[in-house]
Protein backbone atom coordinates (compact mmCIF):
# COMPACT_ATOMS: atom_id res chain seq x y z
CA UNK A 1 0.00 0.00 0.00
CA UNK A 2 1.25 3.73 -0.79
CA UNK A 3 -0.36 7.15 -0.63
CA UNK A 4 -1.48 9.11 -3.49
CA UNK A 5 1.66 11.94 -3.74
CA UNK A 6 -0.90 15.05 -3.74
CA UNK A 7 -3.79 13.94 -1.78
CA UNK A 8 -2.15 11.73 0.88
CA UNK A 9 -4.98 9.02 0.49
CA UNK A 10 -3.77 5.38 0.74
CA UNK A 11 -4.06 3.74 -2.49
CA UNK A 12 -3.09 0.35 -4.29
CA UNK A 13 -2.40 -0.54 -7.79
CA UNK A 14 -4.15 -2.84 -9.73
CA UNK A 15 -4.13 -4.42 -13.05
CA UNK A 16 -6.12 -3.77 -15.79
CA UNK A 17 -7.46 -6.33 -18.16
CA UNK A 18 -4.79 -4.60 -20.68
CA UNK A 19 -2.18 -5.39 -18.20
CA UNK A 20 -1.33 -1.57 -17.00
CA UNK A 21 -1.53 -0.63 -13.94
CA UNK A 22 -4.43 1.88 -11.90
CA UNK A 23 -4.30 3.80 -8.86
CA UNK A 24 -7.38 2.38 -6.83
CA UNK A 25 -8.45 3.64 -3.56
CA UNK A 26 -7.36 1.35 -0.79
CA UNK A 27 -10.64 1.23 1.13
CA UNK A 28 -12.06 -0.24 -1.93
CA UNK A 29 -10.37 -3.40 -2.12
CA UNK A 30 -10.74 -5.85 0.20
CA UNK A 31 -8.60 -7.27 2.82
CA UNK A 32 -8.43 -10.62 1.12
CA UNK A 33 -7.32 -9.00 -1.92
CA UNK A 34 -4.74 -6.66 0.20
CA UNK A 35 -3.39 -9.94 1.02
CA UNK A 36 -2.99 -11.43 -2.15
CA UNK A 37 -1.44 -8.22 -3.24
CA UNK A 38 1.37 -8.42 -0.78
CA UNK A 39 1.40 -12.15 -0.96
CA UNK A 40 2.40 -11.27 -5.15
CA UNK A 41 -0.47 -12.42 -6.70
CA UNK A 42 -1.87 -10.19 -9.43
CA UNK A 43 -5.70 -8.42 -8.47
CA UNK A 44 -7.60 -7.01 -11.19
CA UNK A 45 -9.33 -3.36 -11.42
CA UNK A 46 -13.06 -4.94 -11.42
CA UNK A 47 -15.95 -2.04 -10.12
CA UNK A 48 -18.16 -4.77 -9.90
CA UNK A 49 -16.19 -6.27 -7.27
CA UNK A 50 -16.65 -2.22 -5.60
CA UNK A 51 -13.06 -1.01 -6.76
CA UNK A 52 -12.77 2.92 -7.41
CA UNK A 53 -10.05 4.45 -9.61
CA UNK A 54 -8.98 7.18 -7.47
CA UNK A 55 -9.26 9.32 -10.28
CA UNK A 56 -12.56 9.52 -9.54
CA UNK A 57 -11.75 11.14 -6.34
CA UNK A 58 -8.18 12.84 -6.10
CA UNK A 59 -8.89 16.79 -6.17
CA UNK A 60 -5.42 16.78 -8.22
CA UNK A 61 -6.17 13.95 -10.57
CA UNK A 62 -5.84 16.33 -13.80
CA UNK A 63 -2.27 16.95 -12.86
CA UNK A 64 -1.49 12.95 -13.08
CA UNK A 65 -2.88 12.82 -16.74
CA UNK A 66 -1.09 13.49 -19.87
CA UNK A 67 -2.00 16.57 -22.16
CA UNK A 68 -1.89 15.60 -25.61
CA UNK A 69 0.13 18.15 -27.64
CA UNK A 70 -1.85 20.44 -29.91
CA UNK A 71 -5.22 18.28 -30.25
CA UNK A 72 -6.65 20.93 -32.52
CA UNK A 73 -3.26 21.03 -34.95
CA UNK A 74 -4.16 17.92 -38.26
CA UNK A 75 -1.70 15.79 -38.94
CA UNK A 76 0.68 16.71 -41.58
CA UNK A 77 3.13 14.10 -43.87
CA UNK A 78 5.91 15.00 -45.00
Known amino acids: MTNC ?3 GREILFLKT ?10 DSVSV ?21 THFADCPFADKF ?3 KKNPDLPLTSI
Open 5 to 7: KKC
Open 17 to 26: TAGARIPVNA
Open 32 to 52: NQQSGIIAGFDVYFDPKEGHR
Open 65 to 67: RTK
